[in-house]
């Protein structure tokens, strides 16, 4: 479920620099986040 | 009671949030709630960490209006539910508050939250307006913000924490910035990049500053270009509610290590640091103006005074000996900060605030009516303005007619203290100017009290060149007679 909470904008770089400062288990988060990212951007058509 | 049939007017300044909205209704304050918020309210309420903050006051005492006490107002359609809260006896803003009020309300939200998050609840948001004061304590006044924990959501309020709790706080501590006047001017805070631009390169080597402050703008800064949902990604990668709980601890830590210290930077000390040794007259004034205002402050109880220009509080501290509430007002911000730190940890009757008098707290947000000006706050029963009438028309160039018809539109009694020109703070404030101020004399200000006030009583201090009034205004002064 997702949160419906907020009435503000939280900003992507503070929601990721949680996971940066969550230890070890943080650092497998970015690296996952990261590699979803990049294939994301490799299954956009270009134009 | 009797119903009320008009549709309730909700409080200007609360539409952030539409799930939670305030009104106010024959002097009581009431909260909305919708679907959502009622839900969440009946799942928060009936636990104990919450009941227990509530008994203790720093949650603010909250009662749920019952079906039929509720079809007493005129609601919208989509509210399911209102809660009544205890009043709070004058509302601050965090641009008003000294270094040391705003780090206690930034734990007190660290603290809720990270209790909170124990019996799996959330605050949805971080902002230190869901924070007031009695005395120098803190009290949670937000309870919509208490929502059921979305599991291994990243914390949706870290940025806003940041920007309105955080950064001013280091930007204090770490290089003496007032973040008072920075607030008022941004009331959503500061952001990453610009806490960057003021802070040095050695700067990024002190707590708090690199992760919080650099990271967090850097990772901004590149994460505009995702198109996808980062909190619905973050999840997908596997993000833990304990990461957060990890961090609250590191912040915690932080934010109990600042300090601010007024006297530490020489060219930074501010001027009334050492008021009693600065001047002749202090000293030999200070019993008869003591026992002056505790004469008067004594002749009744009241409930809410106002001390303009208090500098080190000792007349706040006489004032709250007789009165539920005493707000003492000054500009220098190392002295209110002193004087936070002097009063007892437990008391509640005196909230020092940093004001400029001559260019008060106006009213500010969405059409300037989200955040009250100072003067819509509460009417005093009693106003002490002593050694400040000068520097209002002598250094503010406010002529004196406008600073006496101020104070008697404030509708309170007034203690006030006028030196002559011939007082060394005087001459002082003259020594480099043209005096331009010829309506500046004993004479004159008499004048103008009398077309406001009655005054009551009228005394010399002993060092001669300054004299004590106490005035009731008029209306008012006929009950005074009659006691």
């Given at each position: 479920m997702l949160s419906l909470f907020a009435y503000f904008d939280p900003s992507a770089g503070s929601l990721l620099l949680q996971a940066f400062v969550g230890g070890a288990g943080g650092i497998v988060v970015i690296g996952r986040y990261l590699w979803m990212q990049f294939w994301a951007k490799q299954s956009t058509p270009v134009r | 009671m009797s119903p009320v049939m008009s549709p309730v007017k909700f409080d200007v300044g609360s539409f952030r949030d539409r799930s939670a909205r305030v009104f106010e209704s024959e002097q009581a304050i009431y909260r909305t709630l919708n679907?959502?918020?009622?839900?969440?309210?009946?799942?928060?309420?009936?636990?104990?960490?919450?009941?227990?903050?509530?008994?203790?006051?720093?949650?603010i005492p909250t009662?749920?209006?019952?079906?039929?006490?509720?079809?007493?107002?005129?609601?919208?359609?989509?509210?399911?539910?209102?809660?009544?809260?205890?009043?709070?006896?004058?509302?601050?803003?965090?641009?008003?508050?000294?270094?040391?009020?705003?780090?206690?309300?930034t734990l007190l939200q660290l603290?809720?939250?990270?209790?909170?998050?124990?019996?799996?609840?959330?605050?949805?948001?971080?902002?230190?307006?869901?924070?007031?004061?009695?005395?120098?304590?803190?009290?949670?006044?937000?309870?919509?913000?208490?929502?059921p924990l979305v599991p291994n959501e990243p914390w949706l309020?870290?940025?806003?924490?940041?920007?309105?709790?955080?950064?001013?706080?280091?930007?204090?501590?770490?290089?003496?910035?007032?973040?008072?006047?920075?607030?008022?001017?941004q009331l959503e805070g500061i952001p990453a990049k610009q806490f960057l631009q003021w802070i040095r390169w050695r700067d990024l080597f002190r707590p708090g500053v690199f992760t919080n402050g650099w990271l967090h703008a850097a990772l901004e800064r590149n994460a505009q270009q995702v198109s996808t949902s980062t909190v619905k990604d973050l999840k997908s990668s596997g993000f833990q509610s304990q990461m957060i709980q990890q961090m609250l601890k590191k912040l915690t830590r932080l934010v109990e290590r600042l300090e601010?210290?007024?006297?530490?930077?020489?060219?930074?000390?501010?001027?009334?640091?050492?008021?009693?040794?600065?001047?002749?007259?202090?000293?030999?004034?200070?019993?008869?103006?003591?026992?002056?205002?505790?004469?008067?402050?004594?002749?009744?109880?009241?409930?809410?005074?106002?001390?303009?220009?208090?500098?080190?509080?000792?007349f706040s501290r006489i004032a709250c000996e007789f009165a539920t509430t005493v707000v003492a007002l000054d500009q220098d911000h190392g002295c209110i900060e002193r004087l936070c730190k002097s009063l007892e940890p437990e008391q509640r009757v005196i909230l020092p605030l940093c004001m400029d008098l001559a260019?008060?707290?106006?009213?500010?947000?969405?059409?300037?009516?989200?955040?009250?000006?100072?003067e819509e706050r509460g009417q005093p029963d009693l106003v002490l303005c002593l050694g400040l009438i000068h520097h209002l028309v002598l250094a503010a160039n406010i002529p004196l007619p406008d600073v006496v018809c101020w104070l008697a539109s404030l509708g309170g009694e007034l203690v006030l203290e006028f030196p002559s020109k011939q007082d060394a703070m005087v001459k002082g404030l003259l020594r480099n100017k043209r005096d331009q101020y010829a309506d500046y004399s004993l004479e004159h200000l008499v004048q103008e009290l009398q077309k406001s006030f009655q005054v009551v009583r009228q005394v010399s201090l002993p060092s001669g060149e300054r004299t004590l009034f106490h005035a009731i205004p008029q209306g008012k002064s006929k009950s005074a007679d009659g006691v």
């Open positions: - | 679907q959502e918020s009622s839900e969440a309210w009946k799942r928060v309420s009936c636990q104990d960490f919450f009941q227990r903050r509530m008994s203790t006051g720093q949650i009662t749920e209006l019952s079906d039929s006490e509720i079809r007493r107002f005129l609601l919208p359609a989509e509210v399911t539910g209102v809660l009544k809260h205890e009043r709070i006896p004058f509302i601050s803003y965090p641009y008003e508050w000294p270094f040391a009020l705003l780090k206690r309300a603290d809720l939250l990270t209790e909170a998050m124990t019996h799996q609840v959330m605050l949805k948001d971080s902002t230190p307006y869901n924070i007031q004061f009695r005395g120098t304590q803190p009290v949670f006044i937000d309870i919509g913000s208490f929502i309020a870290y940025r806003q924490f940041c920007e309105l709790m955080l950064f001013p706080l280091l930007l204090q501590a770490y290089r003496g910035i007032h973040f008072q006047s920075v607030l008022r001017a601010w210290n007024p006297a530490a930077t020489p060219w930074a000390a501010t001027q009334w640091a050492n008021y009693d040794a600065s001047l002749p007259h202090v000293a030999e004034d200070l019993q008869e103006k003591s026992d002056f205002v505790r004469n008067v402050c004594q002749t009744h109880r009241r409930t809410l005074v106002w001390d303009l220009g208090c500098n080190d509080g000792r260019n008060p707290s106006p009213g500010q947000g969405w059409r300037g009516q989200e955040r009250r000006r100072l």
